[in-house]
C-alpha cells in the first residue's frame, strides 16, 4: 500500500511511521510512505521526509486565489503519488469537497484528544482548561466536517495535576505515535469498511 503523509509542523508522528517502515520492512508493515505534502516551507516534517530520501510537495492556501483552488491543487499534488491511504499527521488545515471526492474514505487524521471531546486546532489546551481527568487521542476518517469522521481507534491519557499544555501534549503523542502506526498497518494489511460511523476493519 502507497502512503502519503501530510504534516504542517515537528513531524514525529510521521517519524513513528518511517521508523516503523524501516524496523519491519514495508512488506510486512504493509505499507510505506511514497511522499509528504505539507501546508507550509521549513518545517521539521518536510526535514524528516527529505532526510528519508522522499518527494515532498507544499501547498500554501496563499499561493491560490481561493480555497477552492487550493484544495484541488492539494488534491492534484497527493494524487500524483498516486496513495492508497493518505495520513494527515498533524497537517492543520481543512480539506474541502475536491480533497474528500478523490479520498474521502482512505484519508485518515490522528487528533490529540478523546473525539467528539475537543476537537479543533486546541484540543489539548481545551482539555486541560476544561479540568479533564482524561483525554487521550483518536485516529479516525476525516469527513466533511472538523474532526467528526468516524473513530478507527483511541487512546487515552491521563491528565495530571503539574501539566500544562506541551507537557500533556508530549504525553499524548507517546501514545498517538503508538496507535497511528498500529492503525494505518492495519487498515494497509487488512483492508476494511466503513458502515455509517462505524469502522470494520476486515
Ligand atoms: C499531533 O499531536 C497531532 O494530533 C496534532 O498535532 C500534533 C502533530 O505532531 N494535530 P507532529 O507534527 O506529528 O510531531
Known sequence: RRLVVLVSGSGTNLQALLDEIAATGAEAYGAEVVAVGADREGIEGLARAERAGLPTFVCKVKDHPTREEWDAAL???????????????????????????????????????????FPGAHGVRDALAYGAKVTGCTVHFVDDGVDTGPIIAQGVVEVRDEDDESALHERIKDVERRLLVEVVGLLARNGYRIEGRKVVIQ
Not at 86 to 112: C, D, Q
Open 75 to 117: 488534491a492534484e499534488a497527493v494524487a500524483a503519488h498516486e496513495p492508497d491511504l493518505v495520513v494527515s499527521a498533524g497537517f492543520m488545515k481543512i480539506v474541502g469537497k475536491e480533497f474528500l471526492a478523490r479520498f474521502g474514505g482512505r484519508f485518515v487524521n490522528t487528533h490529540p484528544a478523546l473525539l467528539p471531546s
